[in-house]
């Protein structure tokens, strides 16, 4: 059986005519190309979404070495809560609540990571055996 394995189309842009066509393009700074009859063509392209579909997930004792001092997380593959939206009511509803968060408002303090960690049944020490490799990994 033969697989079809589609080419990319090359299509040549420069200042010199092109025999076939009879025409001469170009290329420009702004992205468009330019033909000689001064009609330009512009590509379009664009993206779009629907919906999102969002999953909340278990955190458990990680190995992330951007954190800097504590138990370091990471997501399971388990999920405890699952659910659908169309994406222009979820940012609304994100906005309405003020679940939409800097950049800093997204960092775990040292003592809410223990916290998860104990609660997920880890020891002190197994906590601090991996906040120790945490920082050898980091050096």
Same mark, same amino acid.
């Given at each position: !059986? $033969?697989?079809?394995? /589609?080419?990319?189309?090359? !299509? @040549?842009? %420069?200042? +010199? +005519?092109?025999?076939? +066509?009879?025409?001469?393009?170009?290329?420009?700074?702004?992205?468009?190309?330019?033909e000689s009859s001064r009609k330009r063509i512009r590509?379009?392209?664009?993206?779009?979404?629907?919906?999102?579909? #969002?999953?909340?997930?278990?955190?458990?004792?990680?190995?992330? @070495?951007?954190?800097?001092?504590? /138990? /370091? *997380?990471?997501?399971?593959w388990n999920y405890f809560l699952e659910f659908s939206?169309?994406?222009?009511?979820?940012?609304?509803?994100?906005? *309405? #609540?003020?679940?939409?968060? $800097?950049?800093?408002? !997204? #960092?775990?303090?040292? =003592?809410?990571?223990?916290?998860?960690?104990? %609660?997920?049944? =880890?020891?002190?020490?197994? !906590?601090? $055996? #991996?906040?120790?490799?945490n920082k050898l990994l980091q050096h």
């Amino acid at each position: !059986m $033969k697989l079809f394995t /589609p080419q990319k189309s090359i !299509m @040549p842009i %420069n200042d +010199a +005519a092109d025999h076939s +066509a009879g025409t001469s393009m170009r290329s420009l700074n702004d992205g468009t190309v330019e033909e000689s009859s001064r009609k330009r063509i512009r590509s379009k392209k664009s993206v779009s979404f629907s919906t999102v579909q #969002v999953r909340l997930h278990e955190f458990d004792l990680g190995d992330n @070495p951007s954190c800097s001092s504590g /138990p /370091p *997380l990471t997501l399971t593959w388990n999920y405890f809560l699952e659910f659908s939206s169309c994406i222009d009511k979820f940012e609304h509803g994100r906005e *309405l #609540v003020g679940t939409v968060r $800097k950049r800093e408002e !997204m #960092v775990m303090s040292r =003592y809410f990571r223990e916290e998860i960690v104990r %609660n997920r049944g =880890y020891s002190r020490i197994e !906590m601090n $055996k #991996v906040s120790i490799e945490n920082k050898l990994l980091q050096h």
